[in-house]
């Protein structure tokens, strides 16, 4: 049974990607007790799915090795994976969390060794590179994963796999037996950092995701060229395993569309001027990208970016909103059908892969958080006083790039630490 200490002195933060890492840090930092909440088996986010950052194009590592490390080293935190919030009662400086503990039926003996995978034969989509690849049902999350220990996944439960598993490990880490949790939580403050996830481009009807086999997202481009990924970094098509070279971007994928997201997702148009350099990095002077764009958002410091990349010979700008794409029968290329705004004039033009510039929805949306908060049109949690001490923080407030994100945690900490130093003061 899980025993978790927490008084209304305590602030929980909620989702442990990089808002939510951000905001546990600062106000543990500042001498206040954490708990922080992660629904998957390890911390990280989208973030830790990215192959580069832009406009630097360094790896994440650059910014999560460090935010781990200070997590490991800060007895203030205390982290939870595979954890959910189910009801939220109570007011500020004083609420009640209810939380459901999901079995991760691996213990802390773990030392990631990796017998239990190669024992196993049972194998589900790897959620991490978004569907593209399988893993085996016991599974290290990434390779960054913390905690950095495997999870046997709950299909396995009941089927040899699981005996197998349990066999392989000489450290008495597989444990069958673990069963789901329930435990209440007293905190002073909360900081909601659940971010953001892909908008569903099978909504978008005329691009084809769901029945054009080269027709992708951006985060799953994402993966294909990061050498950790399902392909080794090859930019390959799904649909016959050939290198894709000439590379279509259509901005706005789901974003600033009355039908599907209302808002500008901020990061979009930054994405893939990033991912024209991962083609022209495979490919040289073969590489061909060309992007569809309505316009390009490049604002501050990433304009020179932009400049870069408009000025790279291999990099085409068509200023246009797609209007459907169909694809040949033949060669499973999908054509792009629409009208270039500049000149006017119709094209229909052929591409070997086409990446979806897809838009950030929230992955919590406010009508689902068990708490009365604030929200827009789309669904992020605005900063209101009607909320309490209930604080959003990255990309549940809105759609932000990293560095957005970041800045945003730190306020919400702020913000939950002054809750938290209130009750102090009043309690003294």
């Known amino acids: 049974m899980t025993d978790v200490v927490a008084t209304n002195q305590t602030i929980l933060v909620v989702g442990g990607g990089i808002s939510g890492m951000t905001a546990a840090l600062e106000a543990a930092e500042c001498g206040k007790d954490v708990i922080l909440l992660e629904k998957n088996p390890s911390l990280g986010g989208r973030v830790s799915q990215l192959y580069r950052y832009f406009p630097k194009l360094c790896h994440p590592t650059c910014g999560l090795e460090i935010n781990l490390r200070r997590i490991k080293g800060n007895k203030r935190v205390r982290v939870f994976t595979l954890a959910e919030v189910t009801g939220i009662s109570g007011q500020a ?76 490990c000489k450290y008495g880490a597989i444990d069958l037996e673990m069963k789901e949790e329930r435990i209440q939580l007293k905190v002073g403050a909360v900081v909601w950092a659940t971010g953001w996830q892909p908008y569903d481009a099978a909504k978008i009807q005329p691009y084809g995701y769901d029945r054009y086999p080269n027709v992708i997202t951006s985060v799953e481009f994402e993966r294909l060229a990061d050498p950790h990924g399902p392909t080794g970094g090859r930019i390959l098509r799904p649909s ?109 033009n052929e591409h070997d892969l086409v990446v979806l510039a897809i838009g950030m929805a929230p992955s919590v949306p406010a009508d689902r958080i068990p708490a009365q908060v604030v929200a827009d049109l789309s669904g992020f949690i605005q900063v209101d006083e009607a909320n309490g001490g209930i604080f959003p923080a990255g990309c549940a407030s809105n759609a932000l790039d990293v560095n957005r994100a970041v800045q945003s945690a730190t306020a919400s900490a702020l913000r939950a630490i002054q809750v938290v130093n209130q009750v102090a003061r009043a309690e003294a």
Request: with cysteine; proline share 4%.
């Open 93 to 168: 400086g004083d609420y009640t969390v209810d939380v459901k503990l999901s079995p991760r039926y691996v213990n802390e003996n773990c030392t990631a060794c990796g017998d239990c995978a190669e024992a196993v034969e049972g194998e589900i989509p790897d959620a991490f590179n978004y569907g593209l690849a399988k893993t085996k049902v016991a599974y290290l999350p990434h390779p960054m994963a913390y905690p950095m220990r495997y999870v046997l996944d709950s299909s396995a439960i009941g089927t040899p796999d699981a005996e197998k598993a349990k066999a392989a």
């Open 240 to 348: 016959d395993g050939k290198e894709a070279k000439n590379i279509a971007f259509i901005q706005c994928a789901g974003s600033r569309d009355e039908n599907h997201l209302r808002h500008c997702s901020r990061i979009c148009c930054m994405a893939s001027l990033k991912q024209t350099h991962y083609v022209t990095e495979k490919f040289g002077d073969e590489a061909k990208s060309t992007i569809y764009y309505i316009d390009i958002r490049a604002i501050d410091r990433f304009e020179d970016f932009y400049a870069k990349v408009k000025a790279n010979p291999n990099v085409k700008f068509i200023k246009s909103k797609v209007a459907r794409i169909v694809e040949d029968e033949n060669t499973r290329n999908p054509i792009l059908h629409g009208v270039d705004t500049e000149g006017y004039h119709r094209y229909a």
